[in-house]
Each structure stands twice: as structure tokens, then as C-alpha cells.
């Protein structure tokens, strides 16, 4: 972010924040505690550090050649801040005030992108692993996604694209590593793009991804399920969400096939044909047995 964003930020928190209830609680004080050692641990690093030692922020660099011209104070006020927000925005989602958690998590995002474009991290996980913060970002980014998930404004919508747009191009998906990131992005756009009424292009991401991966039975599930659970939408149709999910019980050696099953029974019920939801609540059952 530049200066007038962080300027921004500073204003944000300092009007928004007081709360004495807030200040007063557990979670504030883990907070503060987090923050106070993260800047003992960036004065006494730097402090300690020759030139040609490791450089302290883990990269495995001499600290020359690393970070011995950095601005250490600016990215600590983002790491800081970063907290700071995150630590307020689970304050308001226990209290059921999504609208101002989502405010506060979308400007720590925002940071997020900043540090590691400037550290080059390459994932979710080596994030956390080297900013211990208040809460680590594989749980707040969620929390991000599903407040934007629930809501049906367009506008939430595009920036539900654009954050797993965003993760795509800062962290390295294509790592056997990062499949679950990998799946789960193609998954989030896809149901977004649907959901933006674009649903040939929400099909052809899913489809794309099949032909890679023909046994990732989550494409069939997600796109069953666009047909399956609003019985309002111009959408609904079951028979298509039960020929998809057909689609899936072919494949040989399918991944969570019982989950498929699981869905034909619920489809086969609502469609009234009780003898077939028998049918794959028996094969569901065996198939949990059995392993």
C-alpha cells in the first residue's frame, strides 16, 4: 500500500477502535503482547546482525544481500497494523457485525499483498510460518472469503474474484504442494462467475480443470450443486445436477466418491424416487464401512 493508504489506515483504526469493552479483553491484550515482541525481536535482530550473517528475516540470505537496506520500520507498522485489524475484525464477527470485520480485513489484505510481493513469499504457509502474527492468515483470509461469499452484491462478488485472482498471482499454485489452494481457487471463481450469471464461463473453468485432474470430484460437486440448492433460481434443475454428478460416478478410482453418493441419494429423494436414494444411501454406506 502506498503512504496515503497507510496514512488512511491509521485514521480508520484510531476512529473505529476505541472500545473499552474491547480493550479490556483477553484477545486485545494476546494482541498487544504479540505486537510488543515482534518489535522487541526487530530491534534486537537488527542490533545483533553483521553483514555477512544470515539475514533475520529467515530467508537464508547473508543480511548484505538481503535486507540491509530495507525500511524495517515501515513493514513492521504494516505486520502491526495487520494484527491490529485482524484482531478487531474476530472481536466484531462474534458479535455478528460482519459489515465493519469485513472493512477491517479487507484493508489487513490489502498489507498482505504488499509484504509478500516485497519478501517474495510464495505461499499461504510460508507466510504464516514467517510473520507469527495474532492469528495466522490461513484462518482470517477465510474469514475474509466468507463474508464476501454471503453476500449477493455484485460488487462483494467482483472482489471475491479478484481476492482468489490475487492469490493466484502471489502465490505459486502450481506447487504439488499447494493443490488444496489450487482446487479451492478454481472452485471460489468458478461459483462466483455462476453466481454473476456467467455461467458457461463458470463451466468452462470447472471443465478445464477436469481434463487435467478428471478424477477431482469437487468440479462435479460444485457444479451439481448450482443446479441443486436454490429451488428459486432460474437455475434449479435437478436433472442436470443428478446427470453431473453421474458423470462423476464413471470415473474409475474417483476421489471422494462417497460424497458424490451422498449427493445422488439427497437428489434421487427430492426428485421422489425413493428406491434410487435408497439405492446410493446403501452404496454410501458401504463405501464408509469399508474404509
Known amino acids: 500500500m502506498e503512504v496515503n493508504n497507510i496514512i488512511e489506515q491509521l485514521k480508520y483504526y484510531t476512529e473505529e477502535l476505541p472500545d473499552e469493552e474491547f480493550e479490556n479483553s483477553d ?47 515501515e513493514e513492521l507498522e504494516k505486520l ?4 491490529k485489524f485482524v484482531c478487531k475484525a474476530e472481536w466484531h464477527l462474534k458479535r455478528k457485525e460482519e459489515k465493519k470485520a469485513y472493512e ?15 519478501n517474495n513469499i510464495k505461499s499461504i504457509e510460508e507466510y504464516d510460518e514467517k510473520y507469527k502474527g495474532y492469528d495466522c492468515l490461513l484462518n482470517w ?7 464476501l461469499a454471503m453476500s449477493d452484491e455484485k460488487s462483494k462478488l467482483y472482489e471475491r474474484l479478484e481476492l482468489w485472482n490475487t492469490v493466484e498471482r502471489i502465490f505459486d499454485l502450481n506447487n504439488e504442494e499447494q493443490l488444496y489452494w489450487k482446487e479451492r481457487a478454481i472452485r471460489e471463481k468458478a461459483n462466483t462467475e455462476f453466481r454473476l450469471e456467467n455461467e458457461t464461463k463458470a463451466t468452462e473453468m470447472i ?18 450443486d448450482w443446479y441443486d440448492e436454490d429451488k428459486n433460481s432460474k437455475y434449479y434443475n435437478l436433472e442436470k445436477a443428478k446427470k453431473i454428478l453421474s458423470r462423476a460416478e464413471q ?9 458424490v453418493y451422498e449427493r445422488l441419494e439427497d437428489i434421487y429423494d427430492k426428485l421422489g424416487n425413493k428406491e434410487k436414494s435408497k439405492e446410493y444411501d446403501e452404496k454410501w454406506q458401504k463405501y464408509v464401512h469399508r474404509k
Open 27 to 73: 484477545d486485545y491484550k494476546i494482541c498487544q503482547y504479540i505486537i510488543q515482541k515482534r518489535e522487541d525481536h526487530y530491534i534486537n535482530d537488527k542490533i545483533d546482525i553483521g553483514r555477512n550473517d544470515l539475514c533475520y528475516c529467515g530467508s537464508g540470505k547473508k543480511y548484505k544481500k538481503c535486507c540491509i537496506n530495507k525500511n524495517n520500520s
Open 80 to 83: 502491526n497494523l495487520i494484527d
Open 104 to 118: 477491517l480485513l479487507r484493508i489487513a489484505w490489502f498489507d498482505v499483498q504488499d509484504i509478500c510481493k516485497e
Open 141 to 147: 483470509i477465510q474469514d475474509y472469503e466468507d463474508i
Open 207 to 224: 471443465e478445464e480443470y477436469l481434463k487435467e485432474k478428471p478424477d477431482w470430484a469437487w468440479g462435479y460437486i460444485e457444479m451439481s
Open 251 to 259: 470415473i474409475k478410482d474417483m476421489e471422494d466418491i462417497e460424497v
